[in-house]
Each structure stands twice: as structure tokens, then as C-alpha cells.
T-cell receptor, first 117, second 115 residues
Framework: AQKITQTQPGMFVQEKEAVTLDCTYD???????LFWYKQPSSGEMIFLIY??????QNATEGRYSLNFQKARKSANLVISASQLGDSAMYFC??????????????FGTGTRLKVLA | GAGVSQTPSNKVTEKGKYVELRCDPI?????LYWYRQSLGQGPEFLIY????????DSGLPNDRFFAVRPEGSVSTLKIQRTERGDSAVYLC?????????????FGAGSRLTVL
């Protein structure tokens, strides 16, 4: 079974608009972490935002926010005021096994975002 | 070093050959991860080191793949008898510890092409 599911292979958004990239996850751990990474065409993986499973507030980092709905096991990334430079692949990832100490990070298949001028 | 360094950046080899890919993590980072990324896919976990030992090698696809980290810093991913299906970008990442919030910092990757 997929641990991380990103159902949108591709998304378009108009410049300056907001966009939501979906991510659902599957774990039986009580303690886990959720991450979003950006991968531009250059190939580097850039960390964007982190949400811990016990964090009560949604994480925010500048124009990025994470809409965390624990009961629904979703961790959607919201990008506000999209910029042309936001065009990239976006990966959702989960770190589970924190309690057991396995520390494995699992990635989804990604969503390709294209920002239109 | 300032970032995670991976060499070579590109490697072209022939089917059946042996290759080594090197990763130099951020100084002081105790955890080191290897991932494989095929075109259009997400990174696929291969192996994770905590210090010198492989804490989890469940992602290694078969016994042709092996990785070492003898001194707890630099790691080498070794692939024997390469096959065309091994062609991918091999990503290395490191992190500073075991906290749940630890962020993986990735290298630029080693692109392996098996002809």
C-alpha cells in the first residue's frame, strides 16, 4: 500500500493566485513528521515546510502553509501568491518510525506545478 | 562541507560493469540516506545509515547493491553487474540527528546511465 499519495500528477495556476497541492498519508504510528520538498528542473531537492504529528497549529513558512488534517490523514501544501519560479515538481514525504527509531522518510510520486504568466 | 556533495555527477557505463557513487554529507551530520529517483518519479528509499552502521537497508533492490560508510562520514553506494534498469539519479541526503523535525538535506545527485 502506498504510504504517501499525491493524486495530482500535474497542476496549473495563474501567477499571483493560490494553489493547493494534495497529499494523503498512511501510517499506524502516533508520532510522525510530514515534509514538502520542491524539485526544480535543475534537480536539487529543496525543503519547504515541516509539520509534526503532534503540532496543533498548521505550519507556515512565508508563502507556504501546510493544511494538516490529522483525522483525514492529509497534509496539503498551500502556496499563496504563486510566482513563475514556483514551477517545479513538489514532493510530499513522511518520516515515520520516530518512536521505534527507524527514521525512514517515504516520498510520494510528486505533483508537477506550472505557473502561468 | 557546506552542503552534501555527490560524485560523479554523471556516470555512463556499460551493462555488466561495476560502479561506485560517492556521497560526502554535511559535516557533523550523523544520518545519511541513499535514494534512487527514476524519471518522473519520487525518490525511492534505498538505505539509511546512523553513524557507521546501516540502520535500515530494506530498500536495496537486490544483492547487486551495497553501501558502506566506514568512518561515519563519507558513504559509497556500490552497484555490481549493472543492468539497464539501474539507470536513474541516485540521491544522497544527510540530517543532523534523530529528532522528528530533522530535515533531509540533499545532494545534487549522481545520474547513472547504463547502456
Amino acid at each position: 500500500a502506498q504510504k504517501i499519495t499525491q493524486t495530482q500528477p500535474g497542476m496549473f495556476v495563474q501567477e499571483k493566485e493560490a494553489v493547493t497541492l494534495d497529499c494523503t498519508y498512511d501510517t499506524s504510528d502516533q508520532s510522525y513528521g510530514l515534509f514538502w520538498y520542491k524539485q526544480p528542473s535543475s534537480g536539487e531537492m529543496i525543503f519547504l515546510i515541516y509539520q509534526g504529528s503532534y503540532d496543533e497549529q498548521n505550519a507556515t513558512e512565508g508563502r507556504y502553509s501546510l493544511n494538516f488534517q490529522k483525522a483525514r490523514k492529509s497534509a496539503n501544501l498551500v502556496i499563496s501568491a504563486s510566482q513563475l519560479g514556483d514551477s517545479a515538481m513538489y514532493f510530499c514525504a513522511m518520516r515515520e518510525g520516530i518512536t521505534s527509531g527507524t527514521y525512514k522518510y517515504i516520498f510520494g510520486t510528486g505533483t508537477r506545478l506550472k505557473v502561468l504568466a | 562541507g557546506a552542503g552534501v556533495s555527490q560524485t560523479p555527477s554523471n556516470k555512463v557505463t556499460e551493462k555488466g560493469k561495476y560502479v561506485e557513487l560517492r556521497c560526502d554529507p554535511i559535516s557533523g551530520h550523523t544520518a545519511l540516506y541513499w535514494y534512487r529517483q527514476s524519471l518522473g518519479q519520487g525518490p525511492e528509499f534505498l538505505i539509511y545509515f546512523q553513524g557507521t552502521g546501516a540502520a535500515d537497508d530494506s530498500g536495496l533492490p537486490n544483492d547487486r547493491f551495497f553501501a558502506v560508510r566506514p568512518e561515519g562520514s563519507v558513504s559509497t553506494l556500490k552497484i555490481q553487474r549493472t543492468e539497464r534498469g539501474d539507470s536513474a539519479v541516485y540521491l544522497c541526503a544527510s540530517s543532523s540527528g534523530s529528532s522528528g523535525a530533522n530535515v533531509l538535506t540533499f545532494g545534487a545527485g549522481s545520474r547513472l546511465t547504463v547502456l
